[in-house]
């Protein structure tokens, strides 16, 4: 077999998919250890159904935060389903931003506390849709190992770099049984 003939399609192709999985975090570990979480204040908005869904209504939470000149922080979601259990259109969650105690938001805005808990804390420096795929498999190969599996909910907090050059870093956190 002529191996030349496929460098140039390895080159042009395979090569840059690679690298820019790499560049997103696609390669990157997953470090998981116990500790304690919270207490957090949140702006967020309800949601049922297609976690995929999830971007877009953190985008209108800090659009109305922002019309409403509310101070905000990190993004964070609340997964409360197991989408390996609970269909699709069933799945509950919230998405919001962080924000300061003592904070009133307008509807369709609500605010909620998570007081400090202990949790399984896994980290990942990746892209903020990359990262969830790199993370929740980690927990669930973690948990297995332990005898048990994913345990809900979930809270899902990204820092972003604030750099093109490299990745943000998710933090999953979930309860410790």
């Keep these: 077999m002529n191996y030349k003939k496929f460098l140039p399609f390895l080159l042009a192709f395979v090569l840059p998919i690679i690298a820019i ?7 990157s570990s997953v470090d998981i250890k116990e500790g304690v979480r919270g207490p957090y204040t949140y702006a967020y908005l309800e949601h049922r159904g297609d976690y995929s869904k999830l971007p877009e209504l953190a ?4 659009g ?6 509310v101070a905000y922080g990190l993004p964070i979601t609340v997964l409360y389903s197991n989408p390996d259990l609970v269909d699709v259109g ?3 969650s919230r998405t919001g931003y962080l924000v300061g105690v003592g904070v009133t938001v307008r ?3 609500q605010i909620d506390r998570l007081p400090a808990r202990p949790v399984l804390i896994a980290t990942v420096r990746a892209g903020p849709l990359l990262a969830p795929s790199r993370a929740y498999p980690a927990l669930d190969r ?3 190992a332990r005898g048990g599996g994913i345990l809900m909910p979930t809270v899902e907090i990204f820092e972003p770099s604030g750099t093109l050059l490299r ?5 999953v956190e979930m309860p410790r049984p």
């Excluded at 999985?21 to 390669?27: D, K, L, S, V």
């Excluded at 109305?64 to 000149?69: A, H, I, Q, T």
């Design 21 to 27: 999985y790499a560049w997103w975090g696609g390669f």
């Design 59 to 62: 985008e209108e939470a800090r």
């Design 64 to 69: 109305l935060l922002k019309d409403s000149k």
């Design 90 to 92: 069933k799945r509950r």
């Design 107 to 109: 509807a369709p805005l």
């Design 142 to 144: 973690y948990r297995q």
């Design 167 to 171: 990745m943000g870093v998710l933090t």
